[in-house]
């Protein structure tokens, strides 16, 4: 470790007075301080909340975005792993929009600007190239399980239709500006509904997932179609997807509504 | 006349005094967002020995459902707690303050000797200039501890991100119980400190305050004091002379 010699504390002779007075005005800063920390940690708390949350952490959450999106990038991956080490079952937490069971005539609405809202089956979403994965789902709660999934990428879907943009064409990475900066996501009963940055929906590990284990989606994981998406915690990772919708502003969101984070990126 | 010490540089009284609000709203928050998933524990076979935590503690320090506040406090003061602490660590690098709290060869030896001192198993205890044995080890310590924290908190915050980083440190539930285990030794850190604090004596705790200490030369905690002379650079590794502090 350190080879150099350690120097010995400065001292000083100094008049009584002089130590009584840097004394003084040093316990004097030390209250000041004490006060200002106690003032600041009583004008966040008395604060009014802005969703579910006080308003001054809520607006530093939400620059924590705008630093997270800095080094965003489609090229970070989440790390995955060989199939056989999926938990079977995957575990389920949370029945919010699909406590009633799926109606028989379900179809996926994808509303567009300028144009009828698009209604697709399950085949029209299987007609895609499949995807699968196998990574570690992370809850919010803290609890992370290895699972496997698959489906067909949601950027693919998005291409394959034209979809997110201004302008009814495909999302092309050069004309950032074309694209709605948010995916809007919900139940069919809108019982549950999320907010997703266009930049997390086009990550080319996010899924819209059929397939659990190799087998159709039950009815728990989410059935026919629910969102898979990696670079974000469980609770945006919407089941049973009933519409999707393009805006700039921040769609609405289930948990953030509830004091969490908008952006829970990963 | 009296004679003083100046012993706490200024910019290291703001940088700990700072540390100390916000390292406790960090503990908070995370027992905050530790409580919604909480499986660690000490067990020697089938028998638990320690549960982290117990309901009961939970529920004295009214912690159950607070999650999303919990995340909110966490990472708003975690910048406040990182840029506090690079502060502090680029201070104590340029000023050479370091040369006062990294340790040396020596440091573990005198460490035992100041652990048998307190203990009152020996009668004196090794000279030192700022820091004795112990203190720079767990100070230096400490301070590891902080950029230890900082790094797999950043590993859970962000593991898709910065996944190079969680898979450095083990994987995600491992950087999470890293995390968790660093913020118990804080913890236990804090509790020896104001025990040791509280032993050292009023003079010793206000000159965290004021930076400096007068010197008594007749103080039996305080080995002599001597003249003013620089040390001597010829053999630095033999002890140095009896402390002024």
Sequence with gaps: ?266 | MKRIVHKHPLAIRWFHWINFPVLFVMIWSGLLIYWAYDPYKIQIGDYVLLSFFPDSFYKALKVPFRLAEGMAWHWVFMWVFILNGILYVAYTFISGEWRHLVPDRNSFREAGQVVLYDLGLRKTQPPFVKYNGAQKIAYFTVMLMGIGSVLTGFAIYKPVQIAWLTTLLGGYEAARLEHFVLTVGFVLFFFVHVIQVARAGWHNFQSMITGFEVVKPTDPERPVNQPVTPAPTSDPLSPTQPALS
Aim: charged share 25%.
């Design chain 1, 1 to 266: 470790m350190s080879q150099s010699t350690e120097p010995n504390l400065p001292e000083e002779d100094v008049p009584e007075s002089v130590t009584r007075r840097k004394t003084l005005i040093s316990f004097g800063v030390f209250a000041l301080a004490a006060a200002g920390s106690t003032g600041l940690y009583k004008y966040i708390a008395d604060s009014k909340n802005a969703m579910g949350v006080k308003r001054p952490l809520r607006l530093v959450m939400n620059e924590n975005e705008a630093i997270a999106k800095t080094y965003f990038s489609n090229a970070h991956l989440v790390p995955t792993f060989d199939p056989k080490q999926a938990a079977r079952p995957a575990r389920v937490n949370g029945y919010e929009g699909i406590k009633k069971p799926v109606a028989d005539d379900w179809q996926l609405q994808v509303d567009r600007p300028n144009a009828e809202p698009l209604l697709l089956s399950m085949d029209a979403i299987k007609a895609l190239p499949k995807h699968e994965i196998t990574y570690e789902f992370k809850c919010i709660e803290g609890w992370s399980q290895k699972q496997h999934w698959a489906g067909a990428r949601l950027s693919d879907f998005l291409a394959a239709y034209k979809l997110g943009t201004r302008s009814g064409n495909a999302p092309n990475p050069d004309q950032p500006d074309d694209l709605f900066r948010h995916v809007g996501m919900e139940t069919p009963d809108k019982g549950y509904y999320v907010g997703i940055d266009i930049e997390s929906a086009l990550h080319p590990q996010t899924l819209l997932a059929y397939e659990n284990n190799g087998q159709p989606i039950n009815a728990q994981h989410g059935a026919p179609l629910r969102l898979i998406i990696p670079v974000k915690y469980g609770v945006k990772n919407l089941k049973r997807i009933g519409r999707i919708f393009f805006s700039d502003e921040r769609p609405r969101d289930f948990w953030a509504e509830r004091g969490y984070d908008y952006y829970v990126g990963l």
